[in-house]
């Protein structure tokens, strides 16, 4: 097969663990390659995630390079059978940008989510006309069809939290977001009845963080964190005003793990945060 033009997110971070496995070995890529019996360009074209490997071959490679991690190379294995084309996602590839889709596959295999979030509402508590005047203030404005796209596939991701065993969902929010009267006033409060409602379900967190803290959680920082049974296959996204971005180096989660831990502290408590939410509401 050809090598693929456009790896997913996750089939990029398969590759990028074998390739930091290599290297911990000191080993290679003709190294592997002899392994493998292969040209030492097929091991660069796995290790960019733009072909594929079969599990027999990744444990191989694993034992080849003497790692003992057997979580990581389990999770590894497993996402060897992963095949693009079976995710919901996927019918949105070629109208969507592709980090739209690689968000949707990282949310569906995160064992939990953890969200800061400064201008806007998280997208997995947005309702419908929230979206959608999120997405109509895009510059420059989308055409219709992918406005409604949009809005459509940020609906669809919110399934994620209804499943019989849904990834836990921490949000922490900074009050501007609460006080943007994005879509008007009465998008606004229906977007903020909705966030109390979803705050109040099991395995989900709100929490607020009020303009009088005195705690610095770094203001402009906006970030989705999607952890794993396996904490070295975490992965951080972040959105900056050229586009989405995916970390996965071990001292970037640590950067990030800090960051969200400093937004506790800057937060208030589940219960001050649903009175502080239901105030600002009463208001509009």
Known sequence: MPPRSTPTTRQERLGVELYRMREAAAMTARDAAKLLGVDPAKISHIEA???GVSEERLRRLAAFYSCSDTALIDALSAMTHEQR??????????????????LSELEHHASYLQAIQITDIPGL???????????????PQLPQAELEARVAHRMERQKILLREEPPTY????????????????????????????QGDRPGITVRV?????????????????????VPKLDTVQIETAVGVTFLDAESQLKRYRTLFQTAEIAALGVTESHDFVHAISREL
Not at 170 to 197: D, P, S, W
Not at 210 to 215: D, G, K, L
């Open 85 to 102: 084309g079976q995710g919901w996602w996927e019918e949105y590839r070629g109208i969507l940008p592709a980090p739209f889709l690689d």
């Open 125 to 139: 508590f947005q309702t419908e006309d929230y979206a959608r005047a999120i997405f109509g203030c895009t510059v």
């Open 209 to 229: 963080v009020p303009f009088t803290t005195e705690e610095y959680m770094g203001a402009n920082r906006t970030m989705l964190y999607a952890g794993t049974a």
């Open 49 to 51: 995630g733009r072909v």
């Open 170 to 197: 921490e949000a922490i929010i900074h009050e501007a977001v609460l006080r943007m009267h994005f879509g008007g006033r009465k998008v606004v409060r229906a977007q903020l009845a909705h966030l109390l409602e």
